[in-house]
Nanobody, 125 residues
Framework: QVPLVESGGGSVQAGRNLTIACAAS????????MAWVRQAPGKEREVVAG????????YYADSVKGRFTISQEKDKNMMYLQMNSLKPEDTAMYYC??????????????????WGQGTQVTVSA
């Protein structure tokens, strides 16, 4: 069983909303921190949203705060990223990441042991 599988990416116009999903194996939800990490061409990976699995506390990068919402459905082994008011600068490959530490979430560090294959999100002006 593949640990993490993303879905829901696509091409949208600026200002639109999109929700991407991550189907995780049950073992992934034993993580302390799970997150959505994006990488745009020519740029480093950036943690945009993280969630502490046990308590549900969430963390967001300043660039997406107020627009993106990370959530989880542990009984379904699913994690989501709802992205509202998308901007062209949100264009990137979005990865689901798991097996991070508390600091992976609280400091938005890209320190995760498990990664999905990514789903592309493209926002046109």
């Amino acid at each position: 069983q593949v640990p993490l599988v993303e879905s829901g990416g696509g091409s949208v116009q600026a200002g639109r909303n999109l929700t991407i999903a991550c189907a995780a194996s049950e073992s992934m939800f034993s993580s302390i921190c799970m997150a959505w990490v994006r990488q745009a061409p020519g740029k480093e990976r950036e943690v945009v949203a993280g969630i502490i699995v046990s308590g549900g506390k969430t963390y967001y990068a300043d660039s997406v705060k107020g627009r993106f919402t990370i959530s989880q459905e542990k009984d379904k082994n699913m994690m989501y990223l709802q992205m509202n008011s998308l901007k062209p600068e949100d264009t990137a490959m979005y990865y689901c990441a798991a097996r991070g530490t508390y600091f992976s979430c609280s400091y938005l560090r890209t320190e995760f042991d498990s990664w999905g294959q990514g789903t592309q999100v493209t926002v046109s002006a």
